[in-house]
């Protein structure tokens, strides 16, 4: 994970970077209105709140039962011929595709989006073992031109414009230039319907399982999805423990609220309901279907009563379409998998707090991410009780999180107990406000980072609570 | 953060006023107004001696034990059932929301739940406990309103400051782009990550600026600070008020 790690600690040049380029900034910020506005359209007709509610509820369910749901959901899926399969890291679910390729002498993978296997880093693990995967997702596809991760998790290559994409597909493809999307498309589309009919094993990403009928559910608006789930001979599906829900029905209000919450999209082009490989019957669809279940950091996420609500996230997006940081800086500067705010919520339990720099803190908690959450995770308060892990910041309740307290710097908390003293005792708040309103222009015009921006505020000439002692004097 | 549907109490004879303490130290005027808009509304104010900093900034930066040392001594300072009013949706936002969480499992957590239920943000208490009605003084003029993100997100009042002034004949209303986004200010934010605040900041007073009002008002002192310093330093013509010492400025001298 050293590539990972290594991005994540370069959060503030990288951040300083993107703000000083008005490409990037131009480019998220009009992306971002758009989407922020087709959400809004699409849930004008309902009533949000409630579907919100609802959605929340079924992924709480689903969490308080998460094991017992698992192991029907990998009963259920035996049932209908799909092999599970357990991965505690994301290496090790490296290795459990990289060993079924092999077994089936596999030398070329077709993968439809998929985050977990973004966080698996699984394209340059298969490459190692001279196992060549193409992303079919048309975002996924310039991105892996490219040679760069995903800047959001549902419009991986959201940071480029069509100019940008054009150039590259000239570049490595052979494409002709063009500024007309339909012919960009159309071009990808050709080269990758061949490697469709070519590939050995397809991978893909799953949006929910249902444990109750061990069924796969897929959305996507292209098409690879379903050709990467049933053109090759093997497809592996790979997700995150969490994405389990209880019953067929839960799927009902949490597609209407992911594809609206996502896209702006009543619904998806293609809905994927995957229930095993293909029956001696069937004439098509693959001949093996696995699952692969991958850990890595959620289990111990699980544990914690409060940080378990990170666990309902069902991968939506909205909540970096509507963050004013992510807004500003796009989705690189944050050097993680997922951006945004739920990487700042997540990505620590992956990578440790240790490695997550200063993610948890690079949020005013506004709150326009909550506001937005389509299952309702306080992302706010979450993003509170991993700064306070991060400093080892509550004596009532020890730290938990892998990577706590190495935020907590002693000249920092030398300033932090002064201001504790100045507030929790009186004669101190009246003394040190005495002073600060006596030398009020003593005080330095420039503050740091303040006043790099900003005017210095001035205290006023005399506090209130001293106007309020003279109002008093003088009425008694 | 929380859909507690709020509950309004019927008018009071006597509120607490805690008045936060950027106002305490940089805008007195806006406390003075309040106590002020709350006396002409015939309710006695009681302002406790002793109250400094609601812990909100040592909350914001993970350092629960900081933060409830200052919260615990300013609980105390509250002890009759009266309601707590603030200047602030930001603070009132810290006693009403995070106190009981802060507090949770300690020997205080029924105080700090006692206190969230009666806590109110000034201009909310004004329009929906007090039913003010305000008679306008002033001259023509056009406001844009900044409802700062946890006054709009945690106190529920993005209507509020739009309503109080609908209700001054003189002031036209005029709405800013983008009127929901945060407008950089953070806390400690501004100071750890402050490019990022600046590029906040800067739309946001861009914004305001650009929008055809003669000033805007906000209900809170933090936003004020960082929207009026960047206006100041970027030579922007636009400027901020608190909207209680604008609501107090405007109605001076009667009430309808
Ligand atoms: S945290 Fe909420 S808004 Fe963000 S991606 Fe997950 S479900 Fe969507």
């Known amino acids: 994970m050293s590539t990972a790690t290594d991005a994540v600690k370069h959060f503030t040049p990288r951040a300083r970077a993107a703000l000083d380029n008005p490409a990037v900034r131009g480019n998220f910020r009009k992306a971002m209105d758009g989407l922020m506005s087709k959400r809004q359209d699409a849930f004008a007709d309902w009533d949000l709140e409630e579907l919100r509610e609802l959605g929340a509820a079924v992924r709480l369910r689903a969490l ?51 985050m977990v296997s973004e966080e698996m880093e699984l394209n340059a693990f298969l490459a190692r073992s001279g196992i060549e995967a193409l992303e079919s997702d048309l975002g996924e596809y310039i991105i892996q031109l ?33 500024s007309d999307v339909d012919y960009l498309t159309a071009s990808a589309r050709a080269q990758l319907r061949e490697k469709f009919m070519q590939a050995d094993v397809g991978v893909s990403g799953v949006n929910f399982a249902v444990a109750e009928t ?17 053109v090759p001979g093997c497809h592996i599906a790979v997700t995150g423990i969490e994405k389990v829900v209880e019953h067929l029905a839960d799927i009902a209000p949490l597609l209407a609220l992911l594809t609206r919450s996502a896209t702006g999209q009543h619904i998806t082009t293609y809905v994927n309901m995957i229930s095993g490989p293909r029956k001696t ?113 509550d004596p009532q309740r020890p730290a938990t999180v892998a990577g706590h307290g190495s935020k907590r710097r002693w000249l920092e908390m030398l300033l932090w107990r002064g201001w504790t003293v100045f507030n929790s005792r009186p ?30 505020p001035r205290p006023a000439a005399q506090s209130l609570q001293q106007q309020l002692r003279q109002r008093q004097c003088k009425e008694s | ?41 015939g309710i006695e104010v009681i302002f406790p001696q002793h109250q400094s900093c609601c812990g909100q900034p040592a ?58 239920g009666r806590t109110w943000e000034l201009t909310d208490f004004l329009l929906h406990v007090c039913r003010i009605r305000l008679q306008d003084h002033g001259e023509p003029v056009k406001v844009a309103v900044h ?71 906000s209900t809170d002192c933090g936003c004020l600070m960082n929207i009026d310093g960047f206006a100041d330093k970027q030579k922007l013509a636009t400027r901020g008020q608190h909207v209680v010492s604008f609501l107090w400025q405007r109605s001076k001298g009667g009430t309808a």
């Open chain 1, 214 to 230: 061990g069924t796969l559910c897929l959305v996507e608006n292209e098409g690879n999805g379903r050709l990467t789930t049933t």
């Open chain 2, 147 to 217: 409802t700062s993100c946890s006054g709009r997100r945690e106190m529920g009042i993005a209507d509020t400051g739009p309503a109080l002034l609908a209700q001054l004949d003189n002031v036209e209303l005029v709405q800013q782009a983008r009127p929901a986004e945060c407008c950089g200010f953070g806390g400690t934010f501004a100071v750890r990550h402050p490019e990022i605040s600046a590029a906040m900041v800067e739309d946001k007073a861009r914004a305001l600026d650009d929008c055809g009002a003669d000033q805007f008002v």
């Open chain 2, 59 to 116: 909350y914001t930066s993970g350092l629960n034990g900081q933060a409830r040392t200052v919260a615990a001594s300013q609980l105390e300072l509250f002890p009759e059932n009266w309601p707590v009013v603030v200047p602030s949706g930001s603070c009132a936002g810290m006693l009403r929301k995070h106190y009981p969480r802060l507090f949770a499992g300690t020997g205080l957590a029924e105080q700090a739940e006692q206190l969230a």
């Open chain 1, 281 to 393: 019957d069937e004439k098509d669809g693959p001949e093996e279907v696995h699952l692969v279940l991958v850990d890595a950091g959620r289990s111990a996420i699980y544990q914690d009563r409060e940080l378990l609500d990170t666990l309902r996230c069902i991968r939506c997006g909205a909540c970096m379409n509507h963050c004013p940081v992510y807004t500003r800086i796009g989705g690189h500067a944050y050097g993680t998998t997922y951006p945004g705010p739920i990487g700042k919520i997540l990505m620590p339990h992956m990578l440790g707090l240790d490695n997550t720099g200063s993610l948890a803190t690079a949020s005013t908690l506004c709150g326009a991410c909550a506001e937005v959450c389509p299952v309702k995770i306080p992302i706010p308060q979450l993003l509170q009780r991993l700064r306070s892990e991060a400093m080892d910041g």
């Open chain 1, 64 to 114: 308080s039962r998460l094991p017992e749901l698992l192991e029907q959901l990998e009963r259920n899926l035996q049932a209908n011929g799909i092999q599970v399969h357990w991965a505690q890291t994301g290496e090790q679910a490296c290795e459990i595709v990289r060993d079924i390729c092999v077994a089936r002498n596999a030398r070329t993978v077709i993968k439809g989006k998929s």
């Open chain 1, 427 to 456: 004669w101190a708040y009246r003394l040190g406000t005495a002073l600060i309103t006596r030398c009020r222009r003593l005080m330095p015009s420039r503050l740091g980072a303040w006043t790099r921006y900003r005017s210095a």
């Open chain 2, 1 to 41: 953060m929380s859909d507690v549907i709020k509950q309004y109490p019927a008018k009071p004879a006597r509120v607490y006023f805690y008045a936060t303490c950027l106002v305490d130290l940089f805008y007195p005027e806006v406390g003075l107004a309040g106590i002020q808009l709350l006396e002409r509304e």
């Open chain 1, 146 to 178: 490219a040679d760069e991760a995903p800047s959001h998790i549902i419009m991986p290559a959201i940071h480029k414009n069509t100019t940008e994409i054009s150039e590259l597909m000239h570049e490595k493809t052979g494409t002709e230039r063009s």
